[in-house]
Nanobody, 125 residues
Framework: QVQLVESGGGLVQAGGSLRLSCAAS??????MGWFRQAPGKEREFVAT????????YYSDSVKGRFTVTRDTAESTVYLQMNNLKPEDTAVYYC????????????????????WGQGTQVTVSS
């Protein structure tokens, strides 16, 4: 059974930091992505990392503030979020791409095959 389990969400003041974790089990993935969905908005891409090599790609809205890493031994992906802003408030989801990596970074929801249940991040002003 494939599972992606997120943790680490919570309430933080603007300017603060949080680290999200996503533990993967049941199969291997070529890439892992982080997405978020704010109330009344569509789910949007945040960051992605390739399991092999660890190369990363970020949305412009989080570049320079968020860092995605992976621990291959623990099959876990992390999203370190610094200098958080109220507009970062959302449910954050991790996603796994089971297909082979494309020649580009997967930034669309359709590029991923498995999803976690999400974890709430709330940033107060």
């Amino acid at each position: 059974q494939v599972q992606l389990v997120e943790s680490g969400g919570g309430l933080v003041q603007a300017g603060g930091s949080l680290r999200l974790s996503c533990a993967a089990s049941g199969r291997t993935f070529s890439s892992m992505g982080w997405f978020r969905q704010a109330p009344g908005k569509e789910r949007e891409f945040v960051a992605t990392i390739r399991w092999s090599g660890g190369s990363t790609y970020y949305s412009d809205s989080v570049k320079g503030r968020f860092t995605v890493t992976r621990d291959t031994a623990e099959s876990t992906v992390y999203l370190q979020m610094n200098n958080l802003k109220p507009e970062d408030t959302a449910v954050y989801y991790c996603a796994g791409r089971a297909r082979a990596s494309a020649g580009y970074y997967a930034t669309r929801l359709s590029g991923y095959d498995y999803w976690g249940q999400g974890t709430q991040v709330t940033v107060s002003s």
